[in-house]
């Protein structure tokens, strides 16, 4: 019986580490890429400090919410942490879009405690929650006691000086460089001047349903508007009446007028702004608002509107 050839036990060993390096060869092109990242958000705030006195308010600060990785949703904001006494602006929660920011504001009572606090300001979407810190730092407030030395009486009625039906308008104003203050009073027909030096009645000026009063921009005259068709102009040197001036009305609706002057106010560019109310008692709250210029006696309205609602005003109040 033969023997086997000496070199078959070397072929085998050679080609057996061959076939086995050849079995792994593509293992790397049937992998899967890696997910993408979530999306999320993050918050921060502009100031990671404020300083705060009792009974004041605090400078804006920017709450801002940034998406990451596509995020695109909208975020719950909560601010935690203030202590009692100290409220926000906007007050509790409110909600911010992605890549977006809003102002808040901080406001502290009087009797708000004093100290270091740290404020979290708190972002929530869904799942996803982050926050930022600030230092809130309370101080105790500048108390001035004022005291009322006197008063004057002017037996005024309120139901006829703000009725109901009539929106509220200025019946007070304050001459500097004479220091007299000029009262309309409707109730009794008059202006009164009281001095604001010994706060003494210093004159009473007869003006029949006088319901407003305003300053001129060169201080030289007081004008009244009044419930009846008529404007006065007072004189703020002599204390007397310098001019009065029929108001015709306007009519900008069929079977409508306005004419009843209910309040003037003065332009620094010397125009007055007449606030028109209708006849048959108090002015409604409908109205017609314009600018009436005194060398012309006429008025240029033409906007009967809803008297909450100003027309446009050329020139600036003072």
């Avoid at 036990?9 to 076939?19: D, E, Q, R």
């Avoid at 708190?122 to 809130?136: C, F, V």
């Amino acid at each position: 019986m033969g023997r086997l050839p000496q070199k078959a036990p070397f072929l085998f060993l050679v080609l057996l580490p061959a076939a086995t390096v050849g079995c792994g060869g593509g293992g790397s092109s049937g992998s899967l890429p890696p997910p993408p990242p979530a999306q999320d958000f993050s918050i921060s705030v502009s100031t990671n400090a404020i300083n705060l006195q009792q009974a004041t308010t605090s400078s804006a600060l920017s709450v801002s919410v940034k998406g990451q990785n596509g995020f695109t949703g909208s975020v719950q904001v909560t601010l935690s942490g203030l202590p009692g006494g100290v409220q926000t602006n906007p007050s509790g929660a409110f909600s911010l879009a992605a890549n977006s920011s809003s102002p808040v504001v901080l406001g502290a009572a009087a009797n708000a405690p004093t100290g270091n606090f740290t404020v979290t300001v708190q972002g929530a979407s869904g799942n996803l929650s982050h926050s930022a810190t600030l230092t809130l730092t309370l101080q105790a407030g500048v108390v001035v006691a004022f005291s009322r030395t006197g008063y004057a009486r002017t037996d005024a009625i309120p139901s006829l000086d703000a009725p109901p039906a009539e929106p509220r308008h200025r019946r007070i104003a304050y001459d500097s460089a004479n220091k007299h203050l000029f009262v309309a009073n409707r109730a009794r027909n008059c202006v009164e001047v009281f001095s604001t030096v010994d706060e003494s009645r210093v004159a009473r000026i007869n003006v029949p349903a006088a319901s407003s009063a305003d300053l001129s921009a060169d201080g030289s005259t007081v004008w009244v508007g009044t419930a009846i068709e008529q404007i006065v102009a007072i004189d703020t040197t002599a204390l007397q009446i310098r001019n009065r001036y029929a108001i015709a009305g306007l009519s900008p609706m069929p079977n409508t007028i306005f004419d009843r002057p209910i309040e003037v106010l003065t332009f620094s560019n010397g125009k007055e702004a007449v606030r028109l109310g209708q006849p048959g008692g108090f002015a409604s709250v409908t109205g017609a608002v314009g600018q009436w210029r005194e060398h012309a006696n006429e008025p240029d309205f033409g906007c009967p509107v809803d008297i909450s609602k100003r027309c446009r005003r050329d020139g600036a109040h003072r």
